[in-house]
């Protein structure tokens, strides 16, 4: 049985023009259109025209039959993808793949504390929240239509210390030792220099006709203030007696620079402190300053903890190294950072005793009087050889 031909119908003048015109375009889903009805408006039969532009005589057929529907709306390309989506993911089920990756995958069985996207997916399919296990990539879709953005977990904090995991874990056995121990105190050492000049970076809501401006000072050659002051602290965690696990910062300033001896006195203040909360033991992480390595402080503190065991009176100092370039492990390193954006003064040189006294208040801790920092070794003169 033999098809009937097919032709275009007849064109108007306009119709004519434009595909005329179409001959010319150097787009090439117009110009084998035009060819193709202008080929069909002249008599040309499908299977003559087909061969000729390149087509099928169905794509040919197809395109005839759209123009004698729509007119020249053939020579306009539209997308074919499909605008009907079907997401794996309801409205619901999203909200509660969010509102899962707020919590640990441990608690879903998993033996990791970091979710990837595949982790996501295995979990999702497990909690019911999709009818198959979906791809890590629907999980990152899913989530970015909630404006949710996923980024991958990096690993650039590093530490060059080969014995970072053994002292990690030291640290962290101190911490558990603390936390079920109601009479040790758990101490995080730390050193700072507390600027007059240097200027924090500062976010902050300020008016266009007042900005906030944090004006570079310089210290006047008759001022008799230092342009940094030292200070020690120590983050302090324990039980209090009213069996709540609380913190608080020890602060003393120095008159000088950190060396051996103004550490021993700090540690000695220290344990004095620990004494009157009833405690019995520090239990201190700190960096590996030089102070704090020094053969001095180590036989100071192997006296220390020999003459309290010895008397029964005092409280004990159980040393941890943390490892090497690791300030991420002493949990007071942040208070710092935001201890000195508080004390900021924006146009104004504070005088050492005022800076003092608002890292004191910022800290909720009492301006105690300053350490002293004994004066250098001076070297005898080397005797002339005869």
Known sequence: MSTKPLYVRALTDAERQALEAALRSSDAFVLRRSQILLASARGERVSQIAPLVGFSRQGV?????????????????????????????DSTAATALRDLLHHSPRLYGKDTSVWTLEVAADV??????????????????????????????????????????????SRDRLIRLAQTHPDWLLGCEDEVWWSR???????????????????????????????????????????????RWTEALWLRFVDGRPVSAVTIDFLTWCAQQAAALGKRAILL???????????????????????????GQGVRLLV?????????????????????KRVAEPDRLLPADELADR????????????????????????KKAA
């Open 61 to 89: 057929r197809d395109v005839i039959a759209q123009f004698n529907q729509t007119g020249l709306a053939t020579l306009t390309q539209h997308s074919h993808r499909n605008h009907t989506i079907a997401y794996s993911f």
């Open 124 to 169: 999702a399919s497990a909690q019911g929240l999709t009818a198959w296990r979906v791809s890590g990539e629907t999980i990152r879709a899913t989530l970015a239509r909630m404006g949710v953005r996923w980024k991958r977990a990096k690993h650039w904090i590093t530490s060059p210390d080969p014995e970072y995991a053994r002292k990690k874990a």
């Open 197 to 243: 000049l240097a200027r924090p970076a500062l976010y902050a809501w300020q008016d266009d006709a007042q900005p906030l401006r944090l004006v570079q000072q310089t210290v006047a050659r008759t001022d008799p203030d230092p342009k940094a002051l030292a200070c020690y602290g120590l983050l302090a965690r324990y039980w209090d007696d009213r069996h």
């Open 285 to 311: 992480t700190w960096d590996n300053a030089s102070w704090h390595e020094s053969q001095i402080v180590r036989t100071w503190l192997r006296a220390h903890n020999r003459q309290v065991k010895h008397t």
């Open 320 to 340: 941890s190294f943390l490892p090497v370039k690791s300030p991420w492990l002493n949990p007071i390193e942040p208070k710092w950072l935001h201890g000195k």
């Open 359 to 382: 890292v004191c208040a910022t800290y909720h801790c009492p301006h105690y009087p300053h350490l002293v920092s004994p004066p250098p070794a001076v070297k005898s003169p080397a």
